[in-house]
């Protein structure tokens, strides 16, 4: 379970394309996520002003993630909301995902690191849309010749983001394949729940969380 299986190769104009267990784990994540999301679409129309059961519980997630958003990153920047929430689903979801035996893409760097690079290019974004020349400047602050350095500092942020929640992530994995791997047959009743239900649950709620409000925090230093 520690290492990556590859499903098969696609080549596709002389690029071999590898069909590793992460990305097919990653589209399964995916069909979840937009049946989930067609299906609220499908009920939204007959959604009430007085919200109950379904609608509730979806405008109860709604109100919470965007004041979230709003009291993190403020008004003027609330209407990147939607990206961090599909963010924060897919890794939570990503976590879900060991409790049904399947290895959590997060568990990959190459994950993490797309989702940390993807913050970067929109920290980035939003540091010239909201500063233009002074963000540019802000590199050679407080003299030119610390350019270098400000920019590995830029740099260091989506790999250190990255890193931070492909180690806990792949922590977790190890800790449950060595439980399964060395422990009788008899301690992997009732025991892996509880397991499952930290590394899982708790931990990967927690990971979750840190990943995207360390995005967030990044994306309105810039922006700032």
């Given at each position: 379970?520690?290492?990556i299986e590859?499903?098969?190769?696609w080549n ?6 590898w069909?590793?267990?992460?990305i097919?784990n ?6 979840v996520l937009?049946l ?10 007959k959604f009430?002003?007085i919200?109950?059961?379904f ?5 109860a997630?709604i109100e919470?993630?965007?004041n ?5 990153l403020?008004k003027k920047?609330?209407?990147i909301?939607p990206?961090y ?15 049904f ?11 993490t ?5 993807a913050?970067f290019i929109?920290?980035?974004g939003?540091?010239?849309?909201h500063?233009?020349?002074a ?6 602050d407080p003299h030119?010749?610390f350019?270098p ?5 830029e740099?260091?942020?989506?790999v250190?983001?990255?890193f931070?929640?492909f180690?806990n992530m792949?922590?977790g994995?190890i800790?449950?394949t ?7 047959y ?6 892996p729940a509880?397991l ?5 649950i708790i931990?990967g709620?927690?990971?979750t ?12 230093g810039a922006?700032?």
């Open positions: 379970m520690l290492n590859n499903y098969a190769i596709i104009f002389g690029i071999d394309i069909i590793t267990e992460t097919v990653t589209w399964i994540i995916m069909l937009t989930i999301a067609l299906y609220t679409r499908s009920k939204l129309k009430k002003e919200p109950a059961g609608q509730n519980a979806i405008e997630v919470m993630f965007d979230f958003i709003t009291n993190t403020g920047l609330s209407y909301a990206w929430f599909m963010v924060f689903m897919f890794v939570l979801f990503s976590a879900l995902m060991s409790i035996g399947l290895r959590a893409p997060t568990a990959d760097w190459a994950t690191f797309a989702l940390a690079f913050s929109l920290m980035l939003m540091g010239f849309k500063q233009k020349g963000y540019l400047k802000s590199f050679f030119f010749i350019f350095l400000n920019l590995i500092g740099i260091a942020k989506p250190s983001l990255s931070r929640l180690g792949l922590s994995t800790i449950l060595l439980y399964y791997g060395l422990m009788p008899f301690t992997q009743i009732g025991i509880l499952h239900a930290f590394f899982d931990f709620a927690l990971q969380y840190i990943f995207v409000i360390l995005s967030l925090m990044y994306v309105k922006a700032e």
